[in-house]
């Protein structure tokens, strides 16, 4: 079993739609969640981290955690053709150094 | 955008060969890690630095070796190419500060290995 499962997709949905992104993980000992935007041919980049469970908002971008189901969430509200992309989830130990990854969901937002 | 290099972009070699591939980063950071993404399997961790003349192995380091100098310079080789290899491969910085030790991404080296 892999420490971190989400679904590859592909995940297709219309502009403007609320586009949920999911991921498990079994280690309870990881505290930081992370969500990655990779667009095609580049660098993943930082999207949003959190620590806590709970949400965190930042724009359109909501990621969620619930640390008693070992699940984290990527909510996208008012979604945009621009936000097609490859997002992955990461989870690290606070201190460890070493980010371990999903493997991403590919998403198109169809105008 | 973070400072970070990757050289060269593009490779195309035959099995066999030794291949180097060239991160640079101008941040300053301590922590850089060379990571391969292939289809059904996502990022994974070959090997990672934590300073100068300081690496470790990350899951799937069979095949290569790295080497890091100086600071801003985290070379990976692999010995002898085989085409399992053939993958883009993607260089990364933190500043190892403890908290979220956020990792910033090169642009990426797609290799091909005939």
């Known amino acids: 079993q892999k420490e971190v499962e989400q679904d590859p997709g592909p995940l297709s949905v219309p502009e403007g739609a609320i586009v949920s992104l999911n991921c498990t993980y079994s280690n309870s000992a990881f505290q930081y969640f992370m969500w990655y935007r990779q667009y095609s041919r580049k660098g993943p980049e930082l999207l949003m981290y959190t620590y806590s469970s709970g949400n965190k908002e930042d724009g359109r971008f909501t990621a969620q955690v619930d640390k008693s189901s070992k699940y984290i969430s990527l909510f996208i509200r008012d979604s945009q053709p621009s936000d097609s992309a490859t997002y992955l989830c990461a989870i690290i130990i606070q201190g460890a150094q070493k980010l371990v990854f999903g493997q991403g969901t590919r998403l198109t937002i169809n105008p | 955008d973070a400072g970070i290099t990757q050289s060269p972009r593009h490779k195309v070699t035959e099995t066999g060969t030794p291949v180097t591939l060239r991160c640079h980063q101008t941040?300053?950071?301590?922590?850089m890690y060379w990571y391969r993404q292939d289809p059904g399997h996502g990022l994974r961790l070959i090997h990672y630095?934590?300073?100068?003349?300081?690496?470790d192995k990350g899951e799937v380091s069979d095949g290569y070796s790295v080497s890091r100098s100086k600071t801003e310079d985290f070379l990976l080789t692999l010995e002898s190419a085989t085409s399992s290899q053939t993958s883009v491969y993607f260089c990364a910085i933190s500043g190892g500060t403890g908290y979220a030790d956020t990792q910033y991404f090169g642009p990426g080296t797609r290799l091909t290995v005939l």
């Open positions: 941040e300053n950071h301590r922590y």
């Open positions: 630095s934590y300073g100068v003349k300081d690496t």
